[in-house]
């Protein structure tokens, strides 16, 4: 049993290095669950010379009836910031991997920022932000896949039957935004 007062803890240590927060949304017009769980993240954090990769996987939490905060938060030691707390440039490639098998990639994303970044549509394969041509193809080049282990399959089974088909091409022609 737990015993004594509650105790307030604050950590006053100086800010160091630079930082991104990433909030990632699924939702009813993708294939991706709330918050991107499970999803990977691949950040490529740019600030000067100095070159510092990150992955990270995000779930939920790992304590019982618990859940962390649903952002991911990635902190860099590049380029540490300085002592008066300025901004100063830098930036990141975020490559998103999303369970469903379709990627996003976001270039040029400013550090010390927070940023939202949409889980593609349903049909939207390549993961480009429309549904057009891009993705007939990649339907096409994954024509009769079923290795689900693959990616570039997972992404082109839009319908989940395990199989890429017909389905999977209405799919794309009703989704198809040009």
């Known amino acids: 049993m737990h015993s004594g007062p509650l105790k307030l803890f604050r950590n006053d240590t100086p ?3 630079r ?3 990433l909030e ?9 669950a709330p ?3 499970g999803a990977v993240v691949e950040c490529e954090a740019l600030d000067g010379d100095a070159v510092e990769v990150m992955r990270r996987w995000v779930h939920s939490g790992s304590g019982y009836q618990s859940s962390s905060e649903p952002v991911v938060h990635l902190g860099f030691g590049v380029g540490n910031s300085p002592p008066d707390g300025s901004k100063r440039g830098g930036s990141a490639r975020v490559r998103v991997l999303w369970p ?7 270039d040029g994303v400013a550090l010390d920022s927070r940023v939202a970044i949409a889980a593609p549509a349903r ?15 990649a339907i096409m080049a994954a024509w009769g896949g079923m290795d689900r282990a693959q990616r ?4 082109a089974d839009i319908d989940g039957d395990g199989v890429i088909d017909a389905r999977d091409v209405l799919e794309v022609l009703s989704g ?3």
């Open 24 to 32: 990632l949304g699924g939702g009813s017009g993708s294939r991706c």
């Open 35 to 37: 918050h991107g769980i």
């Open 100 to 106: 469903s098998g379709q990627t996003t990639v976001r």
């Open 15 to 17: 800010r160091v290095g």
């Open 19 to 21: 930082w991104l927060q």
């Open 176 to 178: 198809w935004t040009h």
């Open 152 to 155: 570039s399959v997972r992404a």
């Open 123 to 137: 049909a939207d394969v390549d993961g480009d932000g429309t549904v057009g041509a891009g993705d007939l193809s």
